[in-house]
């Protein structure tokens, strides 16, 4: 199985403060990798230089045949990469749907000449984004919110209605930072649904997560990170039993967490 993605030596540093040091790991297609590990670990930070937020001190971030290192985060999603944030970025002026439909313009040909004088091609385009946007609201629940103001939905349909802005960029690899953070436990079973859906339809996963439970419960390899290092890297039964990461979380047990 060729990597999808593939993380070696990854490097950042702060002004002198190594936030992340010599990472590396992979993520294979169909597959949910989890990154996991204290608070200040470096997890979100990884996100942000693989998602061309943040560039790298040094290593390098393979994705497919290309070399992330120095992209924009838009020439990166181009390449089929999509993320979601640990702090939602909704926009809330708009409905539902038309956060969802934000993230199918870069899927779109339509050019600004035929968008400005409405041409027939151009509401073509619009048309054709319209309802693939309300696919994705379909796919995570969320179709009869269509017309909602965004920030109208409760928190959990907000997390969700995140996901699907990112699905509507038809992603093979989606990046999702803390996607269950603040949802109750029927919103996470349902979030546990959709994400081995999303990964059953072929995009690979790669997990930013703090409850140990639904990482092990989910996951496929768990990626284990203390103060920016790489500490361990398995299945959730090796992560259960690995020494190290029992350390790293205060001498807590983690299979007692499990």
């Known amino acids: 199985m060729t990597a999808r993605l593939e993380v070696t030596n990854l490097r950042k540093d702060f002004e002198g403060l190594m936030a992340v040091f010599d990472v590396s790991f992979s993520v294979e297609a169909r597959e949910i990798v989890s990154l996991i590990g204290p608070n200040g670990?470096?997890?979100?930070?990884?996100?942000?230089?693989i998602s061309g937020i943040l560039?790298?001190?040094g290593g390098t971030i393979q994705y497919g045949e290309n070399e992330l290192g120095g992209l924009k985060p838009h020439a990166i999603s181009a390449l089929g990469l999509a993320r979601t944030f640990q702090n939602l970025r909704l926009f809330g002026n708009m409905t539902a749907l038309e956060n969802v439909m934000i993230g199918r313009h870069g899927r779109s040909d339509a050019s600004v000449f035929g968008t400005?004088?409405?041409?027939?091609?151009?509401?073509?385009?619009?048309?054709?984004?319209?309802e693939a946007a309300m696919r994705q609201l379909e796919k995570v629940g969320l179709a009869g919110k269509a017309d909602s103001n965004a920030l109208s939905l409760p928190f959990g349909q907000q997390r969700l209605l995140e996901i699907a802005r990112a699905l509507a960029t038809e992603p093979s690899l989606l990046l999702l930072d803390e996607a269950g953070s603040g949802l109750n436990r029927p919103e996470k079973e349902e979030l546990d649904r959709l994400i081995r859906e999303i990964r059953d339809s072929g995009v690979a996963i790669l997990l930013v997560e703090h409850d140990i439970p639904f990482v092990t419960a989910l996951s496929d390899r768990i990626v284990v990170l203390e103060h920016g290092m790489k500490i361990a890297d398995g299945t959730p039964a090796e992560i259960r039993s690995d020494e190290r990461v029992i350390a790293a979380y205060l001498g807590e047990d983690i299979r007692d967490l499990c």
Request: charged share 25%; proline share 7%; hydrophobic share 35%.
């Open 41 to 49: 670990a470096g997890k979100t930070t990884i996100f942000n230089m």
């Open 55 to 57: 560039p790298s001190t």
């Open 116 to 130: 400005a004088f409405r041409l027939p091609s151009a509401r073509r385009q619009e048309r054709a984004m319209r």
